[in-house]
């Protein structure tokens, strides 16, 4: 039986800030838009703009008020 530490092939250190991308209010509209348009389901729409299923829903909450 392999120990844990033979067990691990790849090991990826991740340095520095990740990328975090800002919208423009008329390209969250459009994404929120293009949520509710019932061609694409909501994760397919954020998948498509790199976003997660939950930040869109966020988006969707927001511009619901």
Request: hydrophobic share 30%.
């Amino acid at each position: 039986k392999p120990s844990a530490v033979e067990a691990v092939q790849r090991f990826e250190v991740f340095t520095g800030a990740g990328r975090r991308r800002t919208w423009s209010a008329e390209e969250e509209a459009r994404i929120v838009a293009e949520s509710y348009d019932g061609r694409e389901t909501v994760c397919g729409v954020a998948r498509s703009h790199a976003l997660t299923p939950k930040q869109l829903n966020t988006r969707r909450r927001e511009a619901r008020r």
